[in-house]
């Protein structure tokens, strides 16, 4: 994937995020500087901005993107599960180094990733 193309589908998804920020879901509201995507077994996670300069997280999106679609105004659906999803955050949160996000990187875009089947 070249950089421009890149960089237009992180603006896509931004444009995106920042609708579904500004709509309530589920009966809750989204902070300013969030947004929410759905798991594939339809939990919620409410995702702060920052996520969208991360590179793992881009590639879900895209994977995300080439398996379901860009949704106009349905929610963002990422193609792992809730478990695997609460296993990323967890990780953003602590922070990791370039050998690790190259490990998960690998692991989220190979075949040996459950949770983009």
């Known amino acids: 994937m070249t950089p421009k193309k890149m960089m237009k ?9 920042l609708k579904s920020g500004d709509k309530k879901r589920n009966g809750s509201e989204t902070n300013k500087g969030h ?7 339809k939990i919620r996670f409410v995702m702060p901005l920052r996520y969208l ?3 793992v997280f881009l590639e879900l999106l895209r994977i995300s993107e080439d398996k379901f ?6 929610p963002i659906t990422l193609p792992c599960d809730s478990i695997f999803m609460n296993y990323l955050v967890n990780v953003f949160e602590r922070g990791f180094s370039d050998d690790f ?3 998960l990187l690998a692991f989220v875009v190979g075949d040996k990733c459950s949770c983009v089947h």
């Open 9 to 17: 589908m992180v603006q896509k998804w931004r444009v995106e995020a």
């Open 35 to 41: 947004f929410v995507v759905y798991a594939t077994d």
């Open 53 to 55: 300069n991360n590179v």
């Open 69 to 74: 679609g860009l949704s106009g105004n349905g």
């Open 101 to 103: 996000e190259k490990v």
